[in-house]
């Protein structure tokens, strides 16, 4: 029984491993959220640390996953093709996207801001079929459907707080906007990040390459608009560093790694409705870590979300 049991597991994971890595980005953006939309700093700042450090991260990761002299051929081996797809998505993903998203969670609060990043899903289906040539089932279509309206049913539920913690205000109009462009920025991040893997660059590789070329943008953007004096002192502030340091390690260097696992082993339009599933995710974080109460709305659009993500599965069987 338990011989089964390992087989069918093997057998589960291997054959879902893409939309299984997309669902645990998910869960480390879910605990990273809240920190974020925290941090007292301006959101393009945010962006940079958070890309350096990750960047750090991968680094280690590489040299201790390698223990080979050639562990960083794939640096010189790539070929320009490779960088410009890469550095478009670091580009729209990493730098513009993930600024705009910061901005985003700043003026509207988490809760509202994950409302406008339920159309990732499908721009990103939309990316997939126009760069890729990915195309979905109706069964698949049907799954997307059922999963972003769950997390919309969840994170439009009234709160009697105003989750923004008012560090750089703005307006309703103006967050909105943020998040708009954020949902674009990732979703054609996505597909542009794709290409390089479909060619056989491997996920930490690609995630790599993709995290240096957003850390170089980034410094380059700053230093060409004179603000990377004032958001380098204000990073060295401890109250913003320290929060960042395990925000960075689980929300972009475990989560982007994730996330571009599964950008290579399933369709952009899958990957990005598994991602997009973090409020769900905020559910037992909230009752088990903040003894939070859970509604029965909350429960319920969790149910309507799983049976989304069910259904995807199936049309990827």
């Excluded at 309703?172 to 674009?184: E, I, S, Y």
């Excluded at 056989?200 to 990377?228: D, N, P, Q, W, Y």
Aim: proline share 4%; net charge neutral; glycine share 10%.
């Amino acid at each position: 029984m338990i011989l089964v049991d390992a087989e069918w597991t093997a057998e589960f994971f291997g054959a879902y491993k893409g939309e299984l890595a997309g669902l645990a980005a998910a869960a480390c953006w879910a605990l990273t959220s809240l920190i974020f939309s925290r941090v007292p700093a301006p959101a393009g700042a945010i962006a940079l640390f958070k890309n350096s450090v990750s960047c750090g991260f991968l680094l280690l990761t590489l040299l201790l996953l390698s223990g080979e002299s050639g562990a960083f051929d794939f640096v010189y081996e790539a070929d320009l093709a490779t960088w410009l797809y890469l550095g478009g998505s670091a580009l729209s993903g990493l730098v513009l996207g993930d600024t705009c998203y910061f901005r985003s969670l700043q003026i509207l609060g988490p809760r509202r801001a994950l409302v406008v990043t339920t159309l990732v899903p499908p721009i990103g289906a939309f990316c997939g079929w126009i760069l890729l040539s990915e195309t979905l089932s109706w069964l698949a279509w049907a799954g997307i459907g059922l999963t972003v309206g769950g997390v919309i049913w969840v994170i439009r539920e009234k709160s009697d707080q105003d989750e923004s913690q008012g560090h750089f205000p703005g307006s309703t109009a103006a967050g909105v906007r943020f998040g708009l462009l954020a949902c674009a920025g990732q979703a054609l991040a996505a597909a542009l990040a794709k290409g390089p893997m479909k060619d056989g660059l491997g996920a930490l590789e690609a995630t790599f390459l993709r995290m240096v070329l957003a850390v170089l943008i980034g410094v380059l953007a700053a230093a060409a608009v004179g603000k990377l004096p004032a958001w380098t002192a204000r990073i060295r502030a401890r109250e913003t560093w320290l929060p960042l340091i395990p925000a960075s390690f689980f929300g972009t260097y475990l989560g982007v790694w994730l996330c571009m696992y599964a950008y290579e082993h399933t369709k952009i339009g899958v990957a990005t409705t598994m991602h997009s599933t973090s409020p769900i995710f905020i559910i037992p974080l909230a009752f088990f870590a903040l003894r939070q109460r859970t509604s029965a709305r909350a429960v319920l659009g969790a149910a309507i979300a799983v049976a989304g993500i069910f259904l995807l599965f199936q049309s990827e069987s």
